[in-house]
């Protein structure tokens, strides 16, 4: 596609409750990550892929948070159990073909996710 | 541990006006320094890539500088208009190699232009 695509754009759930966030990269790109935006916050690292290496995980918060990515394509974010302080926009972003350190990062738009 | 940090926290200024935005890091060691423009309700868009033989670099009306000594970086805005209001935000590699590797980011400078 033309650019980084993440569905749903908006996800109201209750607490207790798992839900996935699904990221499309831009076609051919090997380094794809997971980021969370609390309002008013930062952006936070979740995880990393990058081509068929393992993941780098280091960011995730809780083994409630899981993600999995098949070779070049979909990543799926993951969250169990869902909390409130989960509810935040999560930002998918993707790069290159290489990983190489003066690529260009696309960000999809994100998925505002709402635990009630 | 690896920080960045971004000054000020939010800023309003006129239309037509210049402004400088800063980011001072720690992260280490450094492999480049981006600048990124959030518009609300939207993914970080690059405006600018620095690695550390670089001192300055232009896109337009922006333009980043970069000490890598005192790890400092600045993003200056001029002759703003009302589309520059969003969010900017500071964004530093560690080296890993020839991978992208990690990124940290800072919060943010929330930037509002009034007419």
């Known amino acids: 596609g033309a650019g980084v695509s993440q569905s749903p754009s908006n996800k109201v759930t209750e607490k207790g409750k798992d839900v996935e966030l699904r990221c499309d990269p831009i076609s051919g790109h090997t380094a794809l990550y997971w980021y969370r935006q609390r309002l008013g916050q930062g952006l936070e690292f979740l995880i990393y892929?990058?081509?068929?290496?393992?993941?780098?995980k280091s960011g995730l918060p809780s083994d409630r948070f899981s993600a999995e990515r098949t070779g070049e394509s979909v990543s799926t974010l993951t969250i169990q159990r869902t909390q409130q302080e989960d509810s935040a926009v999560y930002l998918c972003a993707s790069s290159g073909f290489g990983g190489r350190v003066n690529e260009k990062l696309f960000f999809g738009s994100g998925t505002q996710l709402s635990v009630l | 541990k690896n920080q960045v940090e971004q000054s000020p926290q939010s800023l309003i200024i006129l239309e037509g006006k210049n402004c400088t935005l800063q980011?001072?890091?720690?992260?280490?060691?450094?492999?480049?320094l981006r600048w990124y423009k959030q518009d609300t309700g939207r993914g970080p868009v690059s405006l600018t890539i620095m690695t550390f033989s670089e001192n300055t670099k232009s896109n337009g009306r922006y333009t980043a500088t970069l000490d890598a000594d005192t790890k400092q970086s600045s993003l200056h805005i001029t002759a703003s208009q009302l589309s520059d209001s969003a969010s900017y935000i500071c964004?530093?590699?560690?080296?890993?190699?020839?991978?992208?590797?990690?990124?940290?980011f800072g919060r943010g400078t929330q930037l509002t232009v009034w007419p």
């Open positions: 964004v530093v590699s560690r080296d890993r190699g020839s991978t992208l590797g990690r990124l940290y």
């Open positions: 980011c001072n890091y720690t992260v280490s060691p450094f492999s480049n």
């Open positions: 892929f990058q081509g068929n290496s393992a993941p780098d």
